[in-house]
């Protein structure tokens, strides 16, 4: 089974922190996504990685950055945490195949306070 | 105009009564089509891929009507476990991203 692993479940932050949202997958997906979801808004794709240190950005970049040093992992880094991204975030995988399908890890429910 | 377009809902709808909904794609090169299931506060999960041909998988039925750039779930015999939000998702034909829909909230009652 593919397996899409995010760091925390739940994390609670201070506005200004730092943050870092870690996700793993263990099944050679060339692309992965950071996707954060807010009721009602769907979900909505921050970056894009198609390669190991490629990155293309979505539709709500400001405010976030990414890292892909590994084909594997793909990290979600907050500059400088604010309210407004109080949300889920979900990460996710896929094959460059145009038929297959994406993975999800189970999500990181980010509050900041 | 939203690339996906998905009617929010709720459908409210009987135990056992049959539902559809449809969501709508703006990008006629896309190239692929899913159907993902949502529960509240976990993760979405692929329900069924959708072929040009039209697909089955026991009560499940999706298609895709490409000339009028729709896909379509119908779900028979609807039971209470297939209340979810049920989210439509594109494949871009030129980069391979992911366009999602913002989901359709399905709530079975008894």
């Known amino acids: 089974d593919v397996k899409v692993t995010q760091s925390s479940r739940y994390l609670v932050k201070r506005t200004g922190e730092k943050v870092f949202l870690e996700c793993v997958q263990d099944m050679d997906h060339e692309n992965m996504f950071w996707y954060r979801q807010d009721p009602g808004l769907g979900l909505r794709l921050i970056y894009f990685?198609?390669?190991?240190?490629?990155?293309e950005k979505g539709d709500i970049p400001e405010g976030y950055s990414v890292s892909r040093e590994k084909k594997e992992r793909f990290s979600l880094i907050l500059e400088s945490a604010s309210t407004n991204q109080t949300s889920m975030y979900l990460c996710a995988s896929s094959l460059v195949d145009p038929y297959t399908e994406a993975f999800f890890g189970q999500g990181t429910r980010l509050t900041v306070v | 105009r939203k690339e996906v377009e998905q009617d929010p809902g709720p459908f409210n709808v009987p135990e056992g009564a049959t539902v559809a909904f449809n969501c709508t794609y703006s990008n006629s090169a896309s190239q692929s089509f899913f159907w993902y299931r949502q529960d509240c506060r976990k993760e979405p999960k692929l329900l069924m891929s959708?072929?040009?041909?039209?697909n089955e998988d026991g009560r499940f039925t999706a298609q895709l009507n490409r000339a009028s750039q729709y896909i379509s779930l119908l779900i028979r015999d609807s039971k209470l476990s297939d209340s979810a939000t049920y989210l439509c998702?594109?494949?871009?034909?030129?980069?391979?991203?992911?366009?999602w829909g913002a989901g359709t909230k399905l709530i079975i009652k008894p």
């Open positions: 990685s198609y390669d190991v240190k490629m990155k």
């Open positions: 998702v594109v494949k871009a034909a030129s980069n391979y991203q992911l366009i």
């Open positions: 959708v072929y040009s041909s039209g």
